[in-house]
């Protein structure tokens, strides 16, 4: 079985920052993509930000210069760092990873539970 956990949402001030973290584990050959993407109330998920497994990034441009993701492939590990933080930022924060179980010769998206990030104005 794989398992993408996370960790580290909150309720912040705006202006404030927070650091989420999405630890993969399980029955896993290789992981290729592994991002964020977040689902506000009423609207549909969205895509934060994704590392490719040779580091390309690909940023939401309503984050762009305020959050940063970055990943430990020897950890299976994907983190989010988030500054400058907006109200409109208010969602649960969803892991995802694009990987290649043991049992399987294919690649599917695997997603975490979710964590709640709050900004207050």
């Known amino acids: 079985q794989v398992q993408l956990v996370e960790s580290g949402g909150g309720l912040v001030q705006a202006g404030g920052s927070l650091r989420l973290s999405c630890a993969a584990s399980?029955?896993?050959?290789?992981?290729?993509?592994m991002g964020w993407f977040r689902q506000a109330p009423g609207k549909q998920r969205e895509l934060v930000a994704t590392?490719?497994?040779?580091?390309?990034?690909n940023y939401a441009d309503s984050v762009k210069g305020r959050f940063t993701i970055s990943r430990d492939n020897a950890k299976k590990t994907v983190y989010l760092q988030m500054n400058s933080l907006k109200p409109e930022d208010t969602a649960v924060y969803y892991c995802n990873a694009y990987l290649r179980p043991l049992y399987s010769s294919d690649y599917y998206p695997y997603w975490g539970q979710g964590t709640q990030v709050t900004v207050s104005s």
């Open positions: 590392m490719t497994n040779d580091g390309s990034t």
């Open positions: 399980g029955s896993i050959f290789s992981i290729n993509a």
